[in-house]
């Protein structure tokens, strides 16, 4: 292990982590957006948007993400549809969180009793406030530890936004190695930052989980 060369590498590391963290984020954004919608699609059994969103979360989970991204990247230019690699990752991102999302937040959604739902109706909610008051709360809760864990798996998929040309930590990783062949410094400074991005999202999560716990929510 050259110290030297990790000193050297560290700038380009931490300018390409900082990509990495801002196109996951957004990917993951746009994910629960996607996923929160098409859940509440599934609760209510819309019929039609049902079975689209049925076909879309079969679409997404059962294909990688890398062949998402290609299809965007380069498939959609040849309809005339054209995105530069950061909007690309960004899509490609939410497109497949958003049909893991939609199980995670599905999931927490119909663990809550239909009586929470009459009660609240006997009280005089209607349906829009017993969902934002009475259900999303509980839901929400219920779903931290699959939700944390999604958000951790999409952060690790950014991993693949380099197949794209953009200089995420796994691009300039693999340039580092090709040009200069510092495997041992370049492997370690990417370990590093991963566990930089990733471990606080997973104590975070783990810290929100207990204290809803506590309070009264979740299992």
Do not use: H
């Amino acid at each position: 292990m050259d110290w030297n060369v990790v000193a050297q590498y560290l700038p380009l590391f931490e300018k390409a982590a900082w990509l990495t963290l801002r196109l996951g984020l957004a990917g993951i954004a746009l994910a629960i957006v996607i996923g929160l919608v098409c859940a509440l699609v599934q609760y209510y059994k819309v019929s039609v948007l049902r079975r689209v969103v049925g076909f879309y979360i079969q679409l997404s989970r059962n294909t990688p993400l890398l062949v998402q991204l290609f299809f965007i990247y380069y498939g959609l230019p040849k309809i005339g549809i054209r995105t530069d690699a950061a909007v690309c990752g960004i899509a490609g991102l939410a497109f497949l969180g958003g049909s893991y999302m939609v199980e995670a937040f599905r999931s927490g959604l119909e663990s809550i009793e239909p009586i929470q739902t009459e009660s609240a109706y006997s009280l005089g909610m209607d349906r829009m406030q017993t969902m934002r008051y009475v259900i999303l709360p509980q839901a929400m809760s219920t779903s931290v530890p699959a939700f944390v864990a999604n958000v951790i798996f999409l952060l690790k998929e950014t991993s693949v936004f380099s197949a794209i040309s953009l200089m995420d930590l796994m691009f300039t990783a693999k340039d580092l190695i090709g040009l200069y062949y510092k495997t041992t410094e370049s492997l370690f400074l990417l370990v590093v930052f991963y566990l930089l991005i990733l471990l606080p999202v997973s104590l975070l999560g783990s810290l929100l989980e207990r204290r809803l716990r506590y309070a009264g929510f979740g299992a």
